[in-house]
Every structure is written in structure tokens, then in C-alpha cells.
């Protein structure tokens, strides 16, 4: 059984980074492609980055944090990072981490993530940025 457990978020400063670390267990990390999900209070859950399975490690980022947050993954540890700089408020919300397991394109494997019997999902963690 595929189990994902985000871990890293927490209350923190404007301006200040986190790092949210996403473990999976269940499987290797082999073709399987990771994503971060974001779900804010009264608003829709969207996709924040996501990573290939393949070797070429492609990603994905939504416009808003293209120039502050980077996906990483360590196959060798079945774990996969986000790194968020330059936090702001509008950043504020429950981060979860997904998994899908191809070899599509990384946005294909980003949707797939969000269909029903497709995608693996964390329990999500929270994210506040607050003076």
C-alpha cells in the first residue's frame, strides 16, 4: 500500500523559507512522478510543482512561485522536497504531496495525480506565514 506523510510545514515569518519534505512508502520511487498540491481556506486545491519520474527529473511550477520554489526528489530515500523562499501570505494553506505512478509528460502526470484511482495522496501539512 502506497503511503505519502508530508512533514516540514509550520508558522513562519514573511520573507522566511521552509522546506516541506514529502515520504513515500509502499514503493520505490522508479517512474513514479510527485507533486505538491496547496488547498487554502474557502478556496480550490491547485497545483503548486511537480517532478517527472524519469530520469530526466523534468518539473513543473505554477507561475506564482516559479522564481521562489524548487521540487527535488531523492530516489534513495523515497523522499521528495519542497523548497519555498521568499514565503508571503498568499502562500498560507495546507500543502499536501501526491504521487502517480507513468511515464507521461510531467504536466499529464500532475493531472493524473488528481484523478480518482490514479493519484497516492499525504494527510497534508499546514503552512502559515504570519508577523
Known amino acids: 500500500q502506497v503511503q505519502l506523510v508530508e512533514s516540514g510545514g509550520g508558522l513562519v515569518l514573511p520573507g522566511r523559507s521552509l522546506r516541506l519534505t514529502c515520504t513515500v512508502s509502499?514503493?520505490?520511487?522508479?517512474?513514479?512522478?510527485i507533486g505538491w498540491f496547496r488547498q487554502a481556506p474557502g478556496k480550490e486545491r491547485e497545483v503548486i510543482s511537480c517532478?517527472?519520474?524519469?530520469?530526466?527529473?523534468?518539473?513543473y511550477y505554477r507561475d506564482s512561485v516559479k522564481a521562489r520554489f524548487t521540487i527535488s526528489r531523492d530516489n534513495a530515500k523515497n523522499s521528495a522536497f519542497l523548497q519555498m523562499d521568499r514565503l508571503t501570505s498568499e502562500d498560507t494553506a495546507v500543502y499536501y504531496c501526491?504521487?502517480?505512478?507513468?511515464?507521461?509528460?510531467?504536466?499529464?502526470?500532475?493531472?493524473?495525480?488528481?484523478?480518482?484511482?490514479?493519484?497516492?495522496w499525504g494527510q497534508g501539512t499546514q503552512v502559515t506565514v504570519s508577523s
Open positions: 509502499g514503493t520505490t520511487l522508479d517512474n513514479v512522478a
Open positions: 517532478i517527472s519520474g524519469m530520469a530526466d527529473g523534468s518539473t
Open positions: 501526491a504521487a502517480a505512478i507513468g511515464t507521461l509528460p510531467v504536466q499529464s502526470m500532475c493531472r493524473m495525480m488528481t484523478r480518482p484511482g490514479f493519484g497516492f
